[in-house]
């Protein structure tokens, strides 16, 4: 099994912002650019990157933790899911998002762990910074 795919991130918005922002449906698609169905609640299914990624909600606390099943749509059947799981706290300047993605493929592994970077925290910085200026 490959390694653990470990990050963190602070952005300029409240741990309960991001967190929120994460699981709303529209709040996901704005900060990503690309379409999300996204639910809070416990065992609901969600899909981002316009189905490109999917899977469930695991374990929610509001707030403060999102631990979900999740696959990228181009991974094999036999491909077990990954689970992700997100911790959001307060940090200096805003709140700090702390990932630990596990049983990431080894054929995507790599892919995975740049696209955390990519996808979702250069974009969401990015999303932020313009929202902050209006």
Do not use: C
């Amino acid at each position: 099994m490959p390694p653990a795919i470990i990050q963190s991130v602070v952005l300029k918005a409240s741990p309960e912002e991001l967190f929120d922002a994460f699981l709303d449906s529209k709040q996901h698609s704005e900060f990503t650019g690309a379409p999300a169905k996204t639910s809070p609640a416990p065992g609901a299914a969600f899909q981002a990157w316009g189905g490109q990624l999917s899977g469930r909600n695991l374990h929610v606390v509001p707030g403060k933790m999102i631990v979900q099943a999740w696959r990228a749509n181009h991974w094999p059947a036999a491909d077990p899911d990954s689970i992700l799981i997100l911790q959001f706290s307060k940090a200096p300047g805003g709140g700090r998002i702390d990932l630990t993605h596990v049983n990431v493929p080894p054929h995507d592994h790599r892919g995975v762990a740049q696209g955390w970077t990519t996808y979702y925290w250069k974009p969401w910085k990015a999303h932020l910074a313009k929202k902050k200026k209006k």
